[in-house]
């Protein structure tokens, strides 16, 4: 019995010390988020080494643990034989991008980042039928300026973490991903997409009165051109898989029950590949983008804290939230 109380013990003091470690860590991202020259500095420090042949981010964080970890919205299982991370999204209803959300995320891929012997990550969700609804209207609205900034300061970091990550990246996109949620599976390098019509992807920020960042824009055309891009952003437009699949904006669909199994199959495939060719060669692709963002990541700052805190952007979103809380009523 003795033994027994004591490995309970054991468990619930590790347990304490894990959680009171993210919480650390999530202080120390969301400190670091505020401060402006820090970021510059760690920013320039991406560039530097993109520069020399690597996709790099600088280290916010000090890595404290490893292999299966869980915060309250992300569940990360991370396999040491074959060197890849799944993430599980978990927080529902939609798993919006929250700037609690953000933090946690940023917080993870940091570690997996740092951690050499994860090479690939597959990013997924535990939500039925959807991957991500995108940014969360809450934190777009009825908020003081520095808030404004340390919500979006959060999105461009996401942004950055997925975007010029040194592992393979491969969105396992098991339902809708409107706006925010486009915008991870297309940092990726790879998107698989359930093959339901039902669900869709696309961004329909314009549809909402909403603008969508510059590097939104860059990131897309890169992949599925400019028209299609014009024509998605100017028109707010979301696709089902199959048009989605058509124009590029998604890689491959399989059915819904398939579409994990098959992101697993499908990093084989790409970590086959050895590490320093690929990551010589994701750098030489994406780091004009990534250099462009960089210099103008300020002024977008700026951008997005004078439109969404303007009384018309501010009406329109209380509007909206109005009407979904009489939907759901």
């Known amino acids: 019995m003795d033994a027994y109380k004591s490995s309970v013990d054991f468990a619930e003091a590790t347990a304490f010390l894990s959680h009171a470690c993210y919480e650390q860590d999530k202080m120390a991202l969301r400190a670091t988020l505020k401060n402006k020259s820090i970021l510059s500095g760690l920013l320039s420090r991406l560039s530097s080494c993109s520069s020399h042949g690597r996709v790099c981010v600088s280290p916010v964080l000090v890595a404290q643990r490893r292999n299966n970890s869980t915060s309250p919205k992300l569940k990360v299982d991370f396999n040491q034989s074959t060197g890849v991370a799944v993430m599980h999204m978990q927080n529902p209803p939609v798993n919006s991008l929250s700037l609690g959300f953000l933090t946690e995320f940023c917080i993870a891929v940091e570690k997996l980042e740092m951690d050499k012997s994860c090479r690939g990550l597959i990013l997924t969700s535990s939500q039925p039928k959807v991957f991500s609804a995108g940014l969360d209207i809450m934190d777009m609205y009825g908020k003081k300026l520095e808030q404004y900034e340390e919500f979006w300061r959060a999105v461009q970091e996401m942004w950055l973490k997925l975007y010029s990550s040194n592992m393979v990246t491969i969105a396992a996109i098991n339902g809708s991903s409107p706006a925010g949620g486009c915008l991870m599976s297309l940092s990726c390098d790879y998107r698989i997409m359930a093959d339901n019509p039902r669900y869709s992807i696309g961004f329909n920020e314009t549809q909402f009165g909403i603008v969508v960042p510059v590097w939104c824009k860059e990131a897309m055309t890169t992949i599925v051109g400019h028209r299609n891009t014009e024509l998605t952003l100017e028109l707010g437009l979301l696709y089902n898989p199959s048009d989605a699949l058509k124009i590029g904006l998604v890689d491959q669909l ?76």
């Open 254 to 329: 399989v059915p819904e029950d398939q579409v994990l199994a098959t992101a697993t199959k499908t990093m084989t495939k790409w970590l086959a590949i050895p590490d320093h060719a690929r990551r010589i060669t994701k750098s030489m692709m994406r780091k004009p983008t990534i250099d462009k963002i960089m210099s103008i990541r300020e002024a977008d700052m700026q951008q997005y804290i004078s439109f969404i805190s303007k009384d018309s952007t501010q009406k329109m979103l209380g509007t909206y939230l109005e009407m979904l809380k009489k939907k759901r009523g």
